[in-house]
Every structure is written in structure tokens, then in C-alpha cells.
């Protein structure tokens, strides 16, 4: 039986996807950044599905991983060209805090033609908690 996934655990499968995703040969020639990011974080969510019992949320409408104690987003961007979406819908939640946790996976996607099975650069991944209202 797979275990629960909890915040440690989240964090602990997000620095190893990122050391994994060296390999991606299906981003390859992909310059479209909304797909990559896409790509990503369907491809992070569906590793943790496999290894962990989770609540997954729709991305368009919602949080990615909603289930309690967990309470996360899932962004993922280029270096390059920062994602323009904000998050915040009030500018209460701009001092308050958002009210769930961000995971934030930045690449940095560089096409090599000699070798198309890598994705060099990616990534780095940051954790934002979420801050409660005092």
C-alpha cells in the first residue's frame, strides 16, 4: 500500500524530480512555454500519484494538490521568460498570504541537437509556505 504524501515528502520528490529531469526527450524542439510548463507539472503530479496516496486538484481550477496538510500549488516557469499568471486575486493576499502553499519548479531549456533525449538546465525548485492570517 502507497503511503500518504506529506510535506516532507513533497519537497523530498520535488528535488529528486528535478535531478532526474535531465531526460525529456519528448520537450525536445518544444519553445512553447506554456506547454513545457504543462508537461512538467502533469509529469511531477503523475510521479507522485504513482508513488503516494493524494488529493489532486484540476490546475484551471484550483490548487494542484488540495488535500489537507498538503495544500500546495504547482507552478513551473522558464528562467528566461518568468510566467506572467499572479496567483494573488486580492490585495489582501498580498499581505496575508495566500492561504495554501507554492511549489515552483524554473527551468532553464536549452535545445542541444547533438543530443536531443536531454533537457540540460532544468531546474531549480522553490517552496513558498503559506502564512496565516494574524
Keep these: 500500500m502507497k503511503p500518504a504524501l506529506t510535506l516532507t515528502a513533497l519537497l523530498a520528490e520535488a528535488a529528486a524530480f528535478c535531478a532526474q529531469a535531465r531526460s525529456i526527450p519528448e520537450l525536445f524542439g518544444v519553445t ?12 511531477f503530479k503523475q510521479q507522485l500519484q504513482e508513488r503516494y496516496v493524494l488529493e489532486v486538484g484540476r490546475s484551471a481550477s484550483g ?8 495544500e500546495t ?34 527551468y532553464d531549456k536549452r535545445d542541444d541537437p547533438r543530443r536531443p533525449d536531454l533537457f540540460p538546465g532544468f531546474c531549480i525548485v522553490h517552496f513558498y509556505q503559506k502564512r496565516t492570517n494574524r
Design 63 to 70: 490548487i494542484d494538490l488540495p488535500g489537507a496538510g498538503i
Design 73 to 106: 500549488d504547482i507552478k513551473v516557469t522558464s528562467i528566461r521568460q518568468p510566467q506572467s499568471s499572479c496567483p494573488f486575486k486580492a490585495p489582501r493576499q498580498k499581505i496575508f498570504g495566500l492561504g495554501y502553499h507554492l511549489l515552483v519548479f524554473v
Design 32 to 43: 512553447d512555454g506554456k506547454a513545457v510548463g504543462t508537461f512538467i507539472e502533469h509529469r
